[in-house]
């Protein structure tokens, strides 16, 4: 009687190990295809260009990459940062028109800006944009979206 059930247990032993592989598997699979499709999504913004020197023309490509309209300001409050200090920024440029929320881009959108680069010393910047996201008429930023990095020569 003793040695029969060895015999199912061995009989069974290998099945369940086999099964439980399995299984493990197909959670692990679940797991990396769950984790890619919320993988974090946001506002993709591309210099054509990774150096420049002052007074060059940067053609900025801005890409919605959310779910949701998100809009700028009217103003363009862009701002240019140094990573020299930890990433100190210097407003881009300024605006004496009210900051209202223009130039929308809806998911999937893409729009490209082009603009001549200010005095700049030496070093690696990157632009810092502000956004708000199914915004009212009045800009208020509610995200930061940041480019590649890029070298002032």
Do not use: H
């Not at 490509?61 to 309209?69: A, R, T, V, Y």
């Amino acid at each position: 009687m003793e040695q029969e059930i060895i015999k199912i247990k061995r009989f069974f032993a290998l099945p369940i190990t086999i099964f439980c592989l399995v299984l493990f598997l197909i959670i692990v699979i679940l797991l990396v295809g769950l984790s890619l499709a919320f993988k974090s999504k946001g506002v993709k913004i591309v210099t054509q260009q990774t150096e420049y020197r002052t007074g060059d023309s940067l053609r900025l490509k801005i890409d919605n990459l959310l779910g949701e309209d998100v809009c700028f300001s009217a103003c363009y409050p862009y701002y240019i940062e140094n990573k020299e200090a930890g990433w100190t920024a210097d407003e881009y440029s300024q605006c004496f028109a009210a900051n209202l929320a223009e130039k929308c881009l809806a998911p999937k959108e893409a729009r490209a800006f082009e603009s001549v680069l200010p005095d700049l010393k030496k070093g690696v910047y990157r632009f810092a944009i502000p956004v708000c996201v199914d915004c009212s008429e009045i800009f208020e930023a509610d995200r930061w979206f940041y480019s590649n990095e890029f070298l002032i020569k």
